[in-house]
């Protein structure tokens, strides 16, 4: 069984930065995909990104995160960042950090974007963004 906790949402103003961490207990992060979500009211949840457990390849599938959101990896910690730069209004959203037991290994062939595909949640941090 995997825990996972999250943590650094909060407020910010348009433009600011902030780091959202994922503790995860249970299980090594070199052994499991992690990927974080958000869900903006009235929308469903979406897949941010993503970081492969054994070669810390990431992944974004949105233009709109390319180039702000990066994911880093403190194995030490056993807990998985979400850098988050150059904010927007329409970022506010709860974040989610997910883990997949399948260890994905960073290929182009395939890539975890979709929620089902994930087997642990953590409990979502709230982030809003004031323009």
């Known amino acids: 069984q995997v825990q996972l906790v999250e943590s650094g949402g909060g407020f910010v103003q348009a433009g600011g930065s902030l780091r959202l961490a994922c503790a995860a207990s249970?299980?090594?992060?070199?052994?499991?995909?992690m990927g974080w979500f958000r869900q903006a009211p009235g929308n469903e949840r979406e897949f941010v990104g993503c970081?492969?457990?054994?070669?810390?390849?990431?992944?974004f599938l949105s233009d709109s995160v390319k180039g702000r959101f990066t994911i880093s990896r403190d194995d030490a910690k056993n807990t998985v960042y979400l850098h988050m730069n150059r904010l927007k209004s329409e970022d506010t959203a709860i974040y989610y950090c997910?883990?997949?037991?399948?260890?994905?290994?960073?290929?182009?062939?395939?890539?975890?974007?979709?929620?089902?595909?994930?087997?642990?949640w953590g409990q979502g941090t709230q982030v809003t963004v004031s323009s």
């Open positions: 997910a883990a997949d037991n399948y260890s994905w290994d960073g290929s182009t062939l395939y890539r975890p974007v979709s929620e089902i595909v994930y087997d642990y």
């Open positions: 249970g299980r090594s992060l070199n052994r499991l995909t």
């Open positions: 970081v492969s457990g054994s070669s810390g390849e990431t992944y």
